[in-house]
């Protein structure tokens, strides 16, 4: 059983950063492509970033190019979201996801398995 459960998301000024955590268990995730999807109230689930388990390509959403990062740790088993220069446009539930295959979908029902989020709101 695969789970993904996200931690590191909480309140942060404009302009300041928070780094988010996905412990992923259940099974090795050689082979699969990892995602960051965001909500933020009122609106539909959007791309954030994804990367190869492996390593390597990554692809990112035009709105946090430049400001966030995705990094896999595959020792620890753990994904990761270093966000910086926040801004209130930011603010949203933020989702861990796994998907088998190669391709960085962008479209959040390509991915397999989810977190159960974790808020991330920037005051202003």
């Known amino acids: 059983q695969v789970q993904l459960v996200e931690s590191g998301g909480g309140l942060v000024q404009a302009g300041g950063s928070l780094r988010l955590s996905c412990a992923g268990s259940?099974?090795?995730?050689?082979?699969?492509?990892m995602g960051w999807f965001r909500q933020a109230p009122g609106k539909d689930r959007e791309f954030v970033a994804a990367?190869?388990?492996?390593?390597?390509?990554?692809y990112y959403a035009d709105s946090v190019k430049g400001r966030f990062t995705i990094i896999v740790d595959n020792a620890k088993n753990m994904l990761y979201l270093q966000m910086n220069s926040l801004s209130p446009e930011d603010t949203a539930v933020y989702y861990c996801s796994a998907r088998r295959g190669i391709a960085l979908f962008t479209t959040s029902n390509a991915y397999d398995y989810w977190g159960q989020g974790t808020q991330v709101t920037v005051s202003s």
């Open positions: 990367m190869h388990w492996s390593g390597g390509s990554t």
């Open positions: 259940g099974q090795t995730f050689s082979g699969y492509v």
